[in-house]
């Protein structure tokens, strides 16, 4: 017997040049995390690649045009009867100025480690909660973690190359 049914929602970490991530916050009307903070980004469709799920749901939510680099992370979110999986990929904007649709009400840049002091949906809650950032992150330069995640990832990438094509 099956006691959740699984659905895919795909999001996006897109950053600008200080290094801050774009948030959302959807709309007070919406019937999931009503007036929380999430990342760009929704559901599959039936027959759609994720990728170009990812690209046509920032698209309608900002009107911003974006390429996809890596996979940073996934989430999970319990709903009533379904469980959706949130693939979180990195990205950047290709072109295009910001320009929001109904379903969200406010947008933020904010740096990673900022993150928390926002009222995040829970699944982007739970993503950020159970990241390995240092507790007590000793530097002068408090943003200085954020400017790490793209060279980590793209280690990652590099390892995920050579294993492909092993």
Known sequence: MIDFVFGLSVR???????GKILILKRSTDSKTNPGKWELPG???DQGESFDQALIREVYEETQLKISLEHVVGVSEQNLHLIRAVHIILSGEIVEG?????????????????????YELADWLEDFVNNQDTPKNFESDDKHQFTRTVKPWLKSIQ?????????
């Open 158 to 166: 590099s390892s995920m190359d050579k294993i492909i094509k092993k």
């Open 12 to 18: 996006v970490f897109l950053t600008n040049d200080e």
């Open 97 to 117: 100025e910001l320009n929001l649709s109904r379903e969200h009400e406010g947008f933020a840049w904010v740096f990673f480690e900022d993150l928390p002091e």
């Open 42 to 44: 929704g559901k599959v």
